[in-house]
């Protein structure tokens, strides 16, 4: 059988790719993307952990990951949608000033 | 070991695909990739005996959210960076001190291997302290998800409530002055 140690090095690397996608991308809807992967790396190590201990709980944590990024996802959109109406752009550089 | 191998096939996929979401320029690729990271990851849960949270995750994430996602790359019609932002911008092109993000990247990277290093009892199989016995009925998921987290399911409903409300209202036009 495979390790825990494993899936945990797999999560690890999926959550640094997504931290690194919030750093370095200059888009905001590929910024959201990074964020529902580090989200989804997270949601990986709860099921392994609850594999591991051999109980539930391990698989009811990532529904409610899933539903707060669902959320998360809604709103975010929204608000990219009505940053978009007012500066036709979508790199967050532009949006610097708190009064427009 | 098919086991093993399928392992490492489903979490070199999920790894590929989310390296060339981060990696893309047009973000309408970068969202189908993240469909095919998803799932991968929904095939590792399969394998971690989760079937229920697979088919939840391939369903809700891949089937509506990155379907939002979608619709919204649509709507914008700016599908790509400017050829300009981009080369200044893009991490391979650029050494590492430049990129403060690349260097706090690299940290978060090490110190989660560091993390990984130090754990005791890690190196043993995934389920050998469970027994062997499965957990992952949908009938024990529904029982603990209503009775334990019940108060977690309802305010869970209020937070659906409000980003929907909150949603609504954010992306609605504004009303021009007659």
């Given at each position: 059988?495979?390790?825990?140690?494993?899936?945990?090095i797999?999560?690890?690397?999926?959550?640094?790719l997504?931290?690194?996608?919030v750093?370095l991308?200059?888009?905001?809807?590929?910024?959201?993307?990074?964020?529902?992967?580090?989200?989804n790396?997270?949601?990986?190590t709860?099921?392994?952990?609850g594999?591991?201990?051999g109980?539930v709980?391990?698989?009811?944590?990532?529904?409610?990951?899933?539903?707060?990024?669902?959320?998360?996802?809604?709103?975010?959109l929204?608000?990219?949608?009505?940053l978009?109406?007012?500066?036709?752009?979508?790199?967050p550089?532009?949006?610097?000033?708190?009064?427009? | 070991?098919?086991?093993?191998?399928?392992?490492y096939?489903?979490s070199?996929?999920?790894?590929?695909?989310?390296?060339?979401v981060?990696?893309?320029?047009?973000?309408?690729?970068?969202?189908?990739?993240?469909?095919?990271?998803?799932?991968?990851?929904?095939?590792?849960f399969?394998q971690?005996?989760?079937?229920?949270?697979?088919?939840?995750?391939?369903?809700?994430?891949?089937?509506?959210?990155?379907?939002?996602?979608?619709?919204?790359?649509?709507?914008l019609n700016a599908?790509?960076e400017?050829?300009?932002t981009?080369?200044?911008?893009?991490p391979?092109r650029h050494?590492?001190?430049?990129r403060?993000?690349?260097?706090l990247a690299?940290?978060?990277?090490?110190?989660?291997?560091?993390?990984?290093?130090?754990?005791?009892d890690?190196?043993?199989?995934?389920g050998?302290?469970?027994?062997?016995?499965?957990?992952?009925?949908?009938?024990?998921l529904?029982?603990?998800?209503?009775?334990d987290y019940?108060f977690?399911?309802?305010?869970?409903?209020?937070?659906?409530?409000?980003?929907m409300?909150?949603?609504v209202?954010l992306a609605?036009?504004?009303r021009?002055?007659?």
């Amino acid at each position: 059988m495979v390790p825990l140690s494993y899936y945990l090095i797999v999560s690890a690397i999926l959550f640094s790719l997504g931290a690194a996608g919030v750093f370095l991308r200059r888009n905001l809807i590929t910024i959201l993307l990074s964020i529902e992967i580090m989200l989804n790396a997270v949601n990986l190590t709860f099921v392994a952990f609850g594999r591991f201990a051999g109980d539930v709980d391990g698989q009811i944590i990532p529904f409610f990951v899933m539903t707060v990024a669902a959320a998360e996802a809604a709103v975010g959109l929204a608000l990219i949608i009505a940053l978009f109406r007012h500066r036709e752009s979508l790199n967050p550089d532009t949006f610097t000033n708190l009064k427009w | 070991m098919p086991e093993t191998l399928v392992f490492y096939l489903f979490s070199g996929l999920a790894i590929v695909a989310s390296a060339l979401v981060i990696g893309q320029r047009n973000p309408m690729y970068s969202v189908l990739l993240l469909v095919l990271s998803f799932a991968a990851i929904a095939g590792l849960f399969l394998q971690l005996d989760a079937p229920f949270l697979a088919l939840a995750l391939m369903i809700v994430y891949a089937g509506a959210i990155m379907v939002l996602f979608l619709f919204v790359v649509m709507l914008l019609n700016a599908p790509q960076e400017d050829a300009l932002t981009w080369d200044r911008a893009h991490p391979l092109r650029h050494p590492v001190v430049t990129r403060f993000g690349t260097l706090l990247a690299v940290v978060l990277s090490v110190e989660l291997a560091y993390a990984l290093m130090r754990g005791n009892d890690l190196a043993q199989p995934v389920g050998s302290r469970a027994g062997g016995e499965l957990v992952s009925s949908v009938r024990e998921l529904g029982r603990v998800l209503f009775t334990d987290y019940m108060f977690a399911f309802e305010a869970t409903s209020i937070l659906i409530l409000v980003a929907m409300v909150g949603a609504v209202i954010l992306a609605r036009r504004e009303r021009e002055p007659s």
